[in-house]
């Protein structure tokens, strides 16, 4: 009897440290799957930081052209001026140069 019951005791030993073990590969694959959610969550928490960062410099950056654009409106108002007050000298200039012609008559 005592054979029959140890034979019965180690296969239930056998079996408990079978399920255990299997309980323990079970653990190892969730530990290893949370592993790799946790390094994707950094990785993309790191893509949103740079992605942020560059946001930021590209904000300065369109802040600077908008005020290069602000100058060459202006710029381009005072070149305006001054092709009216060339306009107006070259008109003064031909009518000097009539009147001057009357005068050499």
């Given amino acids: 009897m005592t054979s029959a019951s140890s034979s019965s005791a180690r296969s239930l030993f056998a079996e408990s440290k079978q399920r255990l073990a299997e ?5 190892m694959n969730n530990i290893s799957s949370l592993t790799r959610q946790i390094q ?3 990785k993309s928490n790191e893509l949103l930081s740079k992605a942020a960062r560059d946001l930021a410099a590209t904000e300065n950056l ?3 052209s908008e005020e290069n654009l602000k100058k060459m409106q202006l710029i381009a108002v005072h070149i305006g001026y001054q092709y009216e007050n060339i306009q107006k ?3 003064m200039l031909l009518e000097i140069r009539e009147q ?3 005068m050499q008559r």
């Fill in 100 to 102: 001057v012609a009357k």
């Fill in 23 to 27: 309980r323990v590969q079970v653990n």
């Fill in 89 to 91: 000298s070259a008109q």
């Fill in 40 to 42: 994707r969550g950094s």
């Fill in 62 to 64: 369109m802040e600077n």
